[in-house]
């Protein structure tokens, strides 16, 4: 009797055991899959193309010499119907658009990006005159070189 | 009789020693200035010292050097892959990276212990040839199904054809981001304090994991499997664990290799990880069957050192850096045999040994006053030896 009781209960035990190592496995994998997922949206980095260049269909016309800071990056500054480049990391970006020599802001907006696309356009002109779609994914095509590329055989230094 | 012990002593270093006489002699031909040579040293050290230490757990548990942990580098390069993909700059890339190497590389780990298991007394050119193997699945997976099967979301990292990885790949955006985490100039010299800092914080899992019962185990699986096994430990288990770990280990060690050289050579980068990180751990004194965290050290500054002043000895010499180039090699490959050699006549000479004991006919001598030692004292030598 004593024996099946003590068998029950090295029974009950071993699979308390199992249970808490399923929980602490299943746990760490959800831990490992979610810092992914965070480090994936908030450390993705996008390029932005700031242009400002007019948009005719929409009657819309170069400003003139501007100053664009995103976060606390630099100010760059454009000239009319110039294009820049600046690298932003994260989804959520304040851009304040400056005319060259004032002080006050022509405007300040959030804008968020979506994960998918590396490079957006935003066309500043448009961004001041309120257009919502100032900012666009951008579609590199990328060219190709005519001959194929073969893995190499040379090994490299340590 | 002090004469004999100080020879003894320099033929249980006789890689070490000549290693260094070689490096010496070399300096002062290169004609290169100290300041510039310690630089190299420091970068170095930083960038391959963490390659190095995953050697240390299989040689530990008695499997000798883990020419396996190539499947690592290929896990951790796959990693990198997907962090460029998607550009995800930063020290963050480096553990997006590894979050995505380390489950590569436990599996790779398991599955080459596994192997190991069942070659085993042969770990050493099976994890050599096992390599080959994975190199050539890893050919597969990423010049033919990266692209095709497993989507790649940028174009601009795939060959011209539209699948498969290019053969460079540029690490732009986690480009030196660990080495410039913590950059501190001290006397001119660059110290990249962010990879000794990771190197500090893995040579002090080491020292706890070697306390811990798993460490135990290895260590008491590395001197006597069947002895462990009567003590109830399990064997097959304990050495699947230290390739898994050497694995892992081997995975983050070519994330922080390749962030510091900037770019990936896709299809050969982890080629010969395997073979450089087993001469340096030999250089420093290491054996097939004993791995200190001290020999790491010393094996990766000398090799490196030599590394940074024969080539350039060989220009000053021969007038072509080629000569340097050869030299290099030839003494990397020459080390790691006579590694090998000597550790095979070490095993012969011990075995004689025993055998000796055996018959009670002792020839040995301790090496200090010149009387045959008890057998105590000899099994205190052997015990440590195999440690």
Redesign the interface.
């Known amino acids: 009797m004593n024996t099946a009781a003590s068998f029950s209960v090295n029974q009950g035990g071993s699979q308390k055991v199992f249970v808490r190592r399923v929980v602490i496995r299943v746990f760490l994998i959800c831990a490992?899959l979610l810092?992914?997922v965070y480090?994936?949206i908030?450390?993705?980095?996008?390029t932005i193309l700031l242009d400002n260049k007019g948009i005719p269909e929409k009657a819309i016309s170069p400003l003139s010499r501007i100053q664009i800071q995103i976060d606390n990056q630099k100010p760059i500054e454009l000239a009319p119907n110039e294009r820049d480049k600046v690298m932003v990391?994260g989804r959520t970006h304040r851009i304040i658009v400056t005319e060259a020599g004032q002080t006050s802001p022509l405007v300040e907006k959030t804008i968020n990006l979506a994960i998918g696309p590396?490079i957006y356009l935003l066309s500043v002109p448009a961004l001041v005159a309120g257009s919502e779609e100032a900012l666009t994914p951008f579609v590199?095509e990328?060219v190709?070189?005519?001959?194929?590329?073969?893995?190499?055989s040379?090994?490299?230094?340590? | 009789m002090k004469g004999h012990a100080i020879l003894h002593r320099v033929a249980n270093q006789a890689v070490v020693v000549i290693f260094l006489t070689i490096t010496l002699l070399a300096i002062p031909v290169s004609g290169l200035p100290l300041p510039s040579i310690i630089q190299e040293i420091v970068t170095r050290m930083g960038r391959n010292a963490f390659l190095v230490f995953s050697l240390i757990l299989p040689i530990m548990a008695g499997m000798g050097i883990n020419f396996g942990m190539v499947l690592g580098a290929m896990a951790g390069q796959i990693g990198l892959i997907f962090a460029v993909d998607w550009n995800i700059v930063g020290v963050p890339g480096l553990i997006f990276a590894s979050l995505i190497g380390v489950p590569l590389a436990a599996i790779l780990g398991a599955l080459a212990g596994a192997v190991l298991n069942r070659a085993r007394g042969r770990e050493m050119v099976t994890g050599y040839i096992l390599g080959f193997f994975m190199d050539g699945f890893y050919q597969l997976v990423v010049l033919y199904l990266m692209g095709s099967v497993i989507p790649v979301h940028s174009p601009a990292i795939t060959l011209s054809r539209g699948y498969g990885i290019r053969n460079t790949l540029n690490l732009d955006s986690v480009r030196q981001s660990l080495d410039k985490l913590l950059n501190v100039q001290i006397g001119g010299i660059r110290f990249p304090l962010a990879n000794y800092l990771v190197i500090f914080l893995l040579c002090l899992f080491i020292l706890w994991f070697k306390r811990t019962k798993l460490g135990q185990d290895m260590r008491a699986v590395g001197q006597d499997e069947r002895v462990a096994h009567a003590a109830g430990i399990p064997v097959e288990r304990t050495r699947i664990v230290a390739i898994i770990m050497s694995t892992i280990l081997a995975c983050l060690g070519q994330i922080i290799f390749l962030q510091n050289m900037g770019n990936m050579a896709t299809y050969n980068a982890h080629k010969q990880t395997g073979f450089f990180a087993a001469a340096a751990i030999l250089v420093g004194g290491a054996s097939v069957t004993r791995a200190t965290i001290s020999n790491v050290f010393i094996g990766t500054l000398l090799l490196h050192l030599m590394y940074i002043v024969v080539p350039r000895a060989g220009t000053n010499l021969f007038g072509s850096a080629m000569i340097g180039e050869f030299f290099r090699d030839a003494f990397s490959y020459a080390i790691i045999a006579l590694a090998l050699v000597i550790h095979a006549w070490r095993k012969r000479a011990k075995a004689e040994q025993e055998r000796s004991l055996l018959r009670g006919n002792v020839i040995v001598r301790d090496g200090t006053n010149g009387t045959n030692p008890s057998p105590t004292a000899l099994y205190g030598q052997n015990q440590g030896e195999s440690l």
């Open positions: 490992w810092l992914g480090l994936f908030t450390y993705r980095a996008h990391v590396d590199q990328i190709r070189p005519k001959e194929e590329e073969t893995p190499p040379e090994s490299t230094p340590f």
